[in-house]
């Protein structure tokens, strides 16, 4: 049982260049999020997929687009990476809303 | 939209110490969770507690909904609960909002 897993670990990117990160979860959960993690703000959700078939942005949605591909995956694009969007990105899955939330290992993205 | 505070922001324990972490949040909650996130980067679960209290080892966690916080205990404790504590809570539906953080370090 692995959880929640996402790829690539790291990834060093160039302005204006694009890339997916991919993310899978076996537990049979219904809603999966993508947040992003920076020094001394906590977590923020990007974008959210309460079911499949479904997704919603959340609170910092801008230069990124997301695909629930099944219910297992949940992916997410950066069509034109900024410096800005250096960050650690985290993928996670629960149940159903409000539920306990289970998540990946996280991504090291760096953008120069 | 609701705001979520913790305190103290960094807080440095002797081995085997006590301590008590705090998140205030500004309005009512469906539920609250607690995580901790070791130094390499992983984000572990600790409690889901929308309200009262619940014990895990050397850990535990109170949450009163009516005055708007929760407390997170940590006894006699080890090298390996240093990292970043979060508290994280959710008001309906999907979107869970984290503080920014408790950071622990754990002398030996």
């Known amino acids: 049982n692995a959880g929640v897993t996402q790829t690539p670990k790291f990834q060093v990117l160039k302005t204006g260049q694009s890339m997916t990160l991919q993310c899978a979860q076996d537990?049979?959960?219904?809603?999966m999020y993508w947040y992003r993690q920076d020094p001394g703000m906590g977590l923020r959700l990007i974008y959210y997929s309460a079911s499949e078939g479904t997704t919603d942005k959340g609170e910092v949605p801008n230069g990124y687009n997301v695909s629930r591909l099944n219910k297992r995956e949940f992916s997410l694009r950066l069509e034109s990476a900024a410096p800005s969007q250096t960050s650690v990105y985290f993928c996670a899955s629960s149940l159903d809303s409000g539920n306990t939330i289970y998540f990946g290992e996280g991504s090291w993205l760096t953008v120069v | 939209g609701i705001q979520v505070e913790q305190s103290p922001p960094d807080l440095i324990l002797q081995e085997g110490a006590n301590s008590t972490l705090r998140c205030n949040f500004s309005d009512s909650v469906n539920n609250l969770q607690w995580f901790h996130q070791n130094p390499w980067g992983q984000l572990i679960n600790l409690f889901y507690i929308p309200s009262g209290t619940k014990q895990n080892g050397r850990l535990s966690a109170t949450t009163v909904a009516t005055e708007r916080y929760s407390l997170l205990y940590i006894s006699s404790s080890q090298t390996t609960d240093s990292g970043v504590y979060f508290c994280a809570v959710n008001t309906g539906g999907f979107k869970t909002i984290f503080g920014a953080g408790t950071r622990l370090f754990v002398k030996a």
């Open positions: 537990m049979n959960h219904n809603s």
